[in-house]
């Protein structure tokens, strides 16, 4: 009886503080699984501490333009993911984590300081400005609004655009795309060290990938990176120089003079668009693998979607692009997590990384490191492009349009406005100018300004 006592007591619901703070027992969870969950999105996605370093300093360094210091940005990274992660955890509990955004990192230094010649630190300004407005947008209500007046064929049009971009990027920053006077590209040299180990990677990466580990990006990475120093193609000493710091702090709030302009207004719109509906679609995307959704609807959606624009406009005061919730948290919600101790956990862990600096370091100054995480991550993110309905060229159009510019014109705003251009006037030919939200007639306005003024 006693035996059976002991059991019984051992299998009863946990009823501690914590238990009830995150609500395990009534997810059906533990702080167990919770911890190993939240371990596993970080390992899954832990690639962006070496590659938005890699993005933001060195590839901006190396085109000639001035960049801010890759240990700063490194930090930037690692807080901004942290911090996010803490207040998705513990305001909004939900197991998703937070980090600089894939694609957004990239218009953020090809498109706004590469190609508009805008200075990092207004860069920064307008990162921050996006997430202020954001912020408004979410706890307002207005963004029921929004997301209406944008179709879904468009939405996951721009996601997969994304991608494309980001694989383009890789693909062009391992030399296995470069650049020609006949044909604007052309494949690299396969006989080159670098071209040689971008491939690895991405064979090794593809394999991880396909075998199911949930950290596959993150061990590819590690795996080329061990290649790449025993073959001699990457020099050790490419660390130097990467310690944490924090440099770049406050630079946001020293471009508000030129934050206004109507270059910067477009770059401003872009970052929200992109960052409020690759959030919106994370959010319900990991939250239905998790099970959390209630009738169609995500509870306390409204605190996920404010987090993100905390973190992104904290991250732009510290030095980073904007900072968005992370589809790599399907990883942790795979392996059974389920409440905002994911994300505590995956948090506690960025604020670990700090100590690993040198690793990361080596990591983000090899492009050929770098190139097969974006490749993969732009695979991922092209998924999207088999749930458009391109038997509907009222919506096919536009979509091939957002997806097609993003790589080829080499800018995410580019294929957004084109789209937004496209749609209300192919809607109106289709004679279903009745089912066009009247936003979206203003954003088809202020798209084609756009382009008039980036031509000025």
């Not at 503080?17 to 533990?30: A, L, S």
């Amino acid at each position: 009886m006693a035996t059976d006592a002991t059991e019984e007591k051992q299998d009863a619901p946990q009823t501690g503080r914590v238990d009830r703070f995150f609500g395990m027992t009534e997810n059906k969870t533990n702080w167990k699984r919770e911890v190993l969950a939240g371990t596993t999105t970080f390992l899954a996605m832990a690639y962006i501490l070496a590659v938005n370093p890699g993005i933001l300093s060195f590839g901006l360094s190396a085109a000639g333009v001035d960049a801010p210091n890759p240990g700063a940005v490194f930090t930037a990274t690692a807080l901004a993911s942290a911090l996010g992660c803490l207040i998705m955890g513990l305001w909004a509990r939900y197991p998703i984590a937070t980090a600089p955004g894939m694609g957004l990192n990239a218009f953020f230094a090809f498109t706004v300081v590469l190609t508009l010649g805008i200075p990092w630190q207004t860069a920064l300004t307008g990162t921050f400005v996006s997430g202020v407005l954001f912020f408004i947008l979410a706890v307002t209500g207005a963004r029921e609004a929004i997301v209406n007046a944008i179709p879904a064929q468009l939405k996951l049009a721009v996601g997969a655009g994304i991608g494309l971009f980001i694989a383009f990027i890789g693909l062009k920053g391992g030399e296995v795309v470069v650049a020609s006077e006949a044909t604007f590209v052309t494949i690299g040299d396969f006989t080159d060290g670098t071209v040689l180990l971008t491939v690895f990677g991405l064979l090794v990466t593809a394999v991880f990938m396909v075998l199911g580990w949930k950290g596959g990006v993150f061990y590819g990475m590690l795996a080329t990176l061990v290649v790449g120093v025993v073959t001699g193609v990457i020099d050790l000493r490419l660390a130097e120089g990467f310690t944490p710091n924090l440099d770049s702090f406050g630079a946001a709030f020293t471009g508000f003079e030129d934050a206004f302009t109507v270059h910067m207004i477009a770059v401003i719109l872009t970052m929200l668009f992109v960052d409020f509906f690759d959030t919106a679609g994370t959010l319900f995307a990991v939250a239905g693998q998790a099970g959390l959704v209630k009738d169609g609807k995500l509870p306390r959606a409204g605190r996920a979607l404010a987090t993100d624009s905390i973190a992104t406009s904290a991250g732009a005061v510290l030095g980073t692009s904007t900072t968005t919730a992370y589809i790599e948290s399907t990883a942790g919600v795979s392996v059974g997590g389920r409440t905002g101790l994911t994300a505590v956990t995956t948090g506690f862990w960025f604020i670990v990384s700090l100590v690993a600096f040198p690793v990361f370091g080596l990591v983000a100054n090899n492009p050929a490191v770098t190139a097969p995480a974006l490749i993969v991550v732009g695979v991922l993110m092209a998924k999207a492009l088999g749930e458009i309905e391109w038997a509907k060229l009222e919506y096919a159009i536009p979509a091939f349009l957002i997806v097609a510019a993003m790589p080829l014109t080499y800018s995410i705003s580019n294929g957004i406005a084109l789209g937004l251009v496209f749609f209300p006037i192919m809607m109106a030919a289709k004679g279903r100018w009745r089912d066009v939200h009247p936003i979206a007639w203003v954003l088809m306005l202020a798209s084609a300004g756009y382009f008039l003024f980036l031509t000025e």
